[in-house]
Each structure stands twice: as C-alpha cells, then as structure tokens.
C-alpha cells in the first residue's frame, strides 16, 4: 500500500505563489530604487512622478516634488505591498519631458535612467 502525502501539493503550490509575488515586490523595489537615485533632480518633480501601479499602467502626472525620492519609494512600497502572484507591475514617468531624459537631456543623466535602472537590476537578479 502506497503512503499518502505528508505535505499537500496544494500547499506547495500556494507556498510557490507567495514566493512568486515576494520575488516581484522585491525587483520591482530594486527597480524603483535604481530610477530614483538615477534621477536627475532640478526642483524634484521629475523624482516625484515616478509612479508604481500593478495591473495596468496609469496616465497621470501628480503634483508632488521629491528631491530626496523618499516619498516616491514610500509610494511604490505601498503600491506593491499587496501584490497578487502573476500580477504586472507598472513603473513610469508621464511628465512631458521625461522621453527626453531618457534619451540623455540632462546633464545629470546623460545615459537615461530607466534603461540603465533595468539594466542594473536584471545583472543583480540573474
């Protein structure tokens, strides 16, 4: 007679979901990290529309200044907290401006800033 199971598949498999969704919050931090210190900061508006949101992208500019990307990256914290496993995270910056200093305008980031983010954390989470 064949013994039973002594954990449930099925506990294993909700164990694998919540690492899934630990692991997503975890990137997607690193990443929000990586863009706010890549940053260029003027008056912190650039710094402050940096917005997480899971699920679909929003459109939105926000109003908030951050020089020091402490605000943003408590946003992003509270906008991932909850994360569900296999849900997308969206990072990104609707200012009209911003296509320009991801293409170098700013003397501060001449590299851009999401790339060179994306770049960084992919190297760290091979």
């Not at 926000?62 to 509270?78: A, F, H, M, Y």
């Not at 980031?109 to 983010?117: D, F, Q, R, V």
Request: no cysteine.
């Amino acid at each position: 007679m064949a013994k039973g199971w002594s954990t449930s598949p099925t506990l294993f498999a909700d164990q694998i979901e919540q690492d899934m969704a630990r692991q997503v919050r975890v990137i997607a931090m690193a990443m929000l990290n990586e863009i706010v210190l890549r940053s260029p900061v003027d008056t912190g508006r650039f710094r402050g529309n940096n917005i997480v949101s899971i699920g679909s992208p929003v459109y939105i500019n926000t109003t908030e200044v951050d020089p020091s990307g402490g605000e943003t990256i408590n946003r992003g914290l509270s906008a991932v907290s909850g994360l569900k496993p296999f849900t997308v995270v969206y990072i990104q910056n609707n200012l009209p401006y911003a296509e320009r200093l991801e293409d170098g305008w700013s003397d501060q980031a001449p590299g851009g800033i999401y790339e060179l983010a994306f770049i960084s954390v992919s190297e760290a989470y091979k």
